[in-house]
């Protein structure tokens, strides 16, 4: 279970708030998971929009009259015998229908969401608050997905895994509720993964047997009576990877600083030093405690039938009659403001002992907001007022911070707003230890400031946009639409509120636009003096650093093992031998044909078997502009023109190429033309969605090469990119903003450039410690490819030397920096060269194509660069330029060698990687089904469920043939290896097995098919349009590959064995301890070692 991340934020306090059950893929590990803020905003900018409980009658709205709306209007007339209607409401504002139920038998509440989005979700909520940290609601979050009454095989989640069309499948622990999740956009598979979740929470195997809790939780681990006590556990490990990371244990103080006397004073996830306390018999009360029907709030969304979502939980429903003990025992007590004065307190965090630089202080400054309900106008006022002080790198209070040389990197995240009551918290990290007192100070007297002299009417009116531009949008990026709505309604309706009245905001926005139009900046100066300034219920919490608390931590737990153990006599001690050899055996031990047919499945027969190919139209020099306009047209954007500008880098030296993140942060941060940062970052809030620069590079297919053949990389197209989205009617502001940060950016900043490379490097530095899995992929890759080696230099662990080298030189010869950025500006601006690498890519309706052409036409025309200037290579016939180079390097660089990176941990992120194909080599879509099993087969039996890591999983590159396998908060470092190094044998084995068991075969196809048949919104259809174009990929290449995933065969399977067996060039990177490191190095596993912090 991986941390949640918050959606489209540096946010850390909220990524603290839930844990979810990990999928054994390595997207899912990296992509950001929902927080139950206000579903369609990013968390910073989350609002609680809600209007008053009516009467059923009056909340209907009548929508406009079409056939569809009628249709839906209809789904409000559905009943059943088994349920009472409470209320029903229209959400106009996404044309969500929605009937509230309940069941009159058991008391669950159903809520029942109609819409014209196929991509259906269900949910099961659980108000779950623990009373300690032992984590029971985060294990038994894991554990009831590990078979149940109707499905009794070891792991049904993972046969999901294996063979749905899932778009989501997933279970999460927030402070008090758990939240079990699925989606499809495939009617039969979506009621398949209900059934299989709903007989999950209602009846899981898990109850009656401890070894699931063993398992899942935390058990003592034993196999020679010699041996030392070890404690292993899934859960166990996770959080001691949570536990390793600073920011989890900053985030973590502060909230139990600020709740002393309520639930979210513990930790829900569980604390390490804690889950070993929880036995099985609590494990199994919490349970039939807390996930009785009466206790859980049900919910369905999208275009499926009302009475079928009805009919399918009457039949779970109905085995259970009304229970208030449930409901009395789950409610969540308000924690009071009985702070006189702030408190402050002081816990310490890991660092390494050879750390270079003397290691800084964390602080976060807390506030409890509310200990009673606050009206509805409030929410909202926090909403934005939140972002004016955390939004954006302009907003007043995070501005504040940064320009202050007190630290290096914000902390905090501001408002939290997703349980019962709100919390804000703000800091900075980086600080030295003699200058916490003056970031508190800092923070009161900004805050001050911000009461007594409020926001400018340009703020207010930036903040406002932006909030409103995203709720119109509702653009939910790789979640489902109906998970957002589902997780904005908890945060009402846990509490006993209406689910339907915080998904509003036309007439509470309307309400606040009047309010500011009568006394401007005072609503927020007010909401500023009362829930912050006058508010003493206030922490402080300082982080200390400690170069003793890692080998401290390793110390307790080998203590109270030993100590443990010499309690024990031998009887005991051959139990405990005993049931790590059964736990082993049950887990090896393959569930029977019998068990897995009961997991519903669908069949090949009922895949599409056509790719889904998406608009493209491609203009070459338009309007003899010498730019290439590509545009992409749907059914409808809701009037928003997604817009793109390319421009070509490949005339850079190399050299130059890890100065690009930075330059491209600069583009927007540090002002542009006559407007400063503040001035642009209002702008950009004010007319757009908003604009980000980022690069894009990629590799290619050569022309006229076979697409399936594996790819030597050296083809490569490499652009800066300019994105930005807007209403029709603000296109031409949208544009010249690409115009304005393209040409004018304010490149001589020296103090921002300093903040921002010091945020870089914390950042790097958290991202290496947290997320060591991601790092060593993107080293591994820079060992074989040239692209790959492009990435790292520009984002991986090589780019924090370069970091901590570009901050020495900005301090110390900035005109020197400040020329190679300017450098690099006229570079890509040479006036003979840019139109003929520029590429402008635009998606929107028909109706945006029309309404936006005048105002791209005078774009073209007002771009920079001669029109019929000089050609660049052509990229698809011609080695791209820093290939030579970068191949040198390569070999220097990143050479062929097993490598550790040595950070502050209590766990292990540990990698192996290799070339399964050599160039020009046929590379089948069978490869994809394969991997595929690997993933979420072997990899997650052998690396999580036995090994005890939170993740074990592998990736397969179709274009280059590059294979890596991963694992994610591992206890074991050599074990892992060992894995790895038998994978070969495991899919020879399978291939075997699959021979004679077709229906497995059948469902690892459908699996992988599922994966490529994701749900997209119009603009990331768009960019799929667009990437497949630029690297020139056609459709006959994707229908082939598609063919060959579908017909798969388990000589598939062989053939992809004796390459894993023969892989070529395989070599090692893990993230670890050196404890760690030195152990494995005794068991014959040696590495190069490079101490991170």
Not at 586 to 593: R, T, W, Y
Not at 877 to 886: E, F, G, N, S
Request: hydrophobic share 35%.
């Amino acid at each position: 279970m991986v941390t949640a991340f918050t959606i489209a934020s540096s946010s850390t306090r909220a990524s603290s708030r839930a844990h979810h059950i990990a999928a054994a893929t390595f997207t899912s590990q990296t992509s950001s998971m929902p927080t139950t803020r206000h579903p369609f905003l990013s968390p910073r900018l989350s609002l609680a929009l809600r209007q008053s409980s009516t009467s059923v009658d009056s909340k209907l709205e009548t929508p406009t009259t079409s056939s569809s709306t009628l249709d839906l209007a209809k789904t409000l007339e559905v009943t059943h015998p088994a349920f009472e209607v409470i209320e029903r409401d229209i959400i106009t504002e996404y044309g969500a229908y929605c009937s509230l139920y309940r069941h009159k038998k058991s008391g669950a509440e159903l809520l029942s969401v109609s819409s014209e989005d196929d991509n259906k979700v269900f949910g099961i909520t659980f108000r779950t608050p623990p009373e300690d940290s032992t984590g029971v609601p985060h294990i038994l979050e894991h554990s009831v997905l590990c078979g149940s009454r109707k499905y009794p095989t070891k792991d049904p989640f993972v046969q999901l895994l294996q063979g749905s069309l899932q778009t989501f499948l997933n279970a999460f622990t927030y402070p008090d509720r758990t939240c079990y999740v699925v989606a499809s956009q495939n009617v039969k598979d979506f009621y398949n993964l209900i059934n299989v979740y709903t007989d999950a929470v209602y009846h899981p195997r898990a109850v009656n047997d401890a070894n699931v809790h063993a398992q899942e939780g935390w058990h003592l681990e034993l196999e020679n009576k010699n041996d030392p006590l070890t404690y292993k556990g899934v859960v166990y490990n996770e959080m001691k990877g949570v536990y390793s990371s600073p920011d989890s244990l900053l985030n973590r103080a502060s909230q139990r600083s600020i709740f002393p006397d309520n639930t979210y004073g513990v930790d829900s996830g569980g604390d390490p030093r804690n889950i070993p306390d929880l036995s099985f018999e609590q494990f199994a009360e919490f349970h039939q405690r807390f996930y009785h029907p009466a206790n859980s709030r049900i919910y369905f969304s999208g275009d499926d039938d009302v009475y079928d979502r009805l009919e399918i939980m009457d039949e779970y429903l109905k085995d259970f009659d009304f229970s208030p003990i449930s409901t009395e025992k789950s409610q969540i007590k308000w924690q009071a403001k009985t702070f006189t004065e702030p408190r402050k307190e002081i816990e310490y965090y890991p660092v390494g002992s050879n750390s270079e630089q003397e290691p800084k202080h964390m602080i976060n400054v807390n506030w409890l907001l509310n200990d009673e309900s606050m009206s509805l106008s409030e929410e909202l006022v926090w909403g934005i007022l939140d972002h004016l002080l955390m939004g954006t790198t302009s907003s007043k209070l995070r501005k504040a911070l940064m320009e202050s040389g007190l630290g290096e990197a914000v902390t905090g995240g501001g408002l939290s707003d997703e349980l019962l009551q709100a919390t804000f918290s703000v800091g900075l990290k980086g600080v030295p230890a003699e200058k916490t007192a003056e970031v508190e100070k800092l923070i009161e007297d900004t805050l001050l400031e911000v009461a007594k002299n409020g926001f400018e009417a340009d703020d207010i009116a930036s903040s406002l946009n932006t909030i409103e531009f995203q709720m119109r949008e509702f653009n939910t990026g790789s979640f489902p639409k109906g998970l957002m709505l589902m997780l904005g309604s908890m945060s009402k309706w846990l509490y006993g509120k209406s689910p339907t009245e915080g998904l509003k905001f036309e007439k509470p926005l309307a309400q606040l636009k009047k309010q500011i139009d009568e006394s401007g900046s005072q609503v927020f100066q007010d909401a500023v003096q009362k829930y912050l300034v006058a508010n003493t219920h206030r922490s402080t919490v300082e982080l200390a650093p400690s170069k003793t608390m890692e080998e401290e931590q390793l110390n307790e737990e080998k203590d109270r093992l030993a100590a443990l153990k010499q309690k024990l006599g031998d009887k005991d001690l051959e139990e405990i031998i005993k049931k790590t050899s059964e736990l082993k055996a049950l887990q090896g031990a393959e569930d029977s044909p019998e068990a897995r047919a009961t997991v519903p499945s669908l069949k090949l027969s009922d895949l599409k078997r056509e790719t889904n190919e998406f608009p493209i139209a491609i203009s070459e020099n338009e309007n003899d502009t010498g730019v290439t306009v590509v545009r992409h047209e749907f059914g409808s954007t809701s009037g928003i023109a997604y817009i793109t500008l390319n421009v070509d880098l490949s005339n850079l030296d190399l050299d130059d190429v890890p100065l690009l993140p930075l330059f491209t942060a600069m583009m927007t941060e540090t002002g542009a033309g006559d407007l400063d940062s503040v001035a642009l970052s209002r702008k950009i809030g004010t007319h757009t969605g908003g604009v980000g620069v980022g690069l894009f590079t990629t590799a290619l297919h050569p022309m006229g090469t076979d697409q399936s053949a594996a790819n030597s990389g050296e083809y490569m197209q490499t652009k800066l990119q300019i994105s930005g989205k807007a209403t029709t009617d603000k296109v031409d502001e949208l544009l010249s903003i690409f115009k304005l940060t393209l040409m004018d950016a304010k490149l001589d900043s020296k103090k921002k450039v300093i903040e921002m490379l010091k945020e870089s490097r914390t950042r790097l530095e958290s991202s290496i410690q947290g997320s060591g899995h991601s790092m060593i992929n993107a080293r591994m890759k820079a060992r074989h490819r040239v692209g790959g080696y492009i990435d790292e230099i520009q984002g991986g662990i090589s780019y924090l030397d370069t970091v901590k080298v570009l901050l020495k030189q900005a301090e110390e010869d900035w005109p020197s920096l400040l020329a190679r950025f300017e450098k690099i500006r006229s570079t890509i601006l040479e006036p003979s060269t840019v139109r003929g690498g520029m590429i402008i890519d635009i998606t929107g309706d028909k109706m945006v194509m029309e309404k936006i052409q005048p105002v791209v036409d005078s774009f073209l025309k007002e771009l920079p660069g001669d029109a019929k200037g000089k050609k660049l290579p052509d990229f698809y016939t011609d080695i791209h330029p820093w290939v030579p180079q970068a191949k040198k390097r390569m070999a220097e660089m990143t050479p062929i060698v097993d490598e550790g990176f040595v950070v502050p941990t209590q766990v292990n992120y540990v990698g192996k990687s290799g070339m399964l194909y050599d160039e020009g080599e046929n590379i089948p879509g069978s490869a994809a089904v394969v991997s595929r099993f690997l993933r979420t087969g072997y990899l997650w039996d052998q690396v999580r469920v036995m090994g005890g890591a939170y993740g074990g999983f592998c990736t397969f590159s179709p274009f280059s043939g590059f294979m890596s396998f991963l694992s994610y908060r591992d206890p074991n470092l050599e074990k892992t290896i060992d894995i790895y190094d038998a994978a070969a044998d495991a899919v020879m084995q399978a291939a075997d097995a699959l021979e004679a068991d077709p229906d497995a075969l059948a469902t690892a196809i459908i699996g992988t098919i599922g994966d490529m048949d994701g749900a997209l919104q119009p603009d990331q259809k768009g960019a799929a349009a667009f990437q497949r174009w630029m690297i020139n990929e056609h459709a006959e290449y994707r229908q082939k590959y598609r063919d060959e995933v579908l017909n798969t065969s388990p000589e598939d399977f062989r053939a992809f064995a004796r390459r894993l067996k023969d892989m070529k060039q395989p070599s090692v990177a893990v993230v670890s301890s050196k404890a760690a490191f030195e152990s494995a190095a005794e068991k014959g596993k040696k590495m190069i070692l490079k101490d991170i912090l």
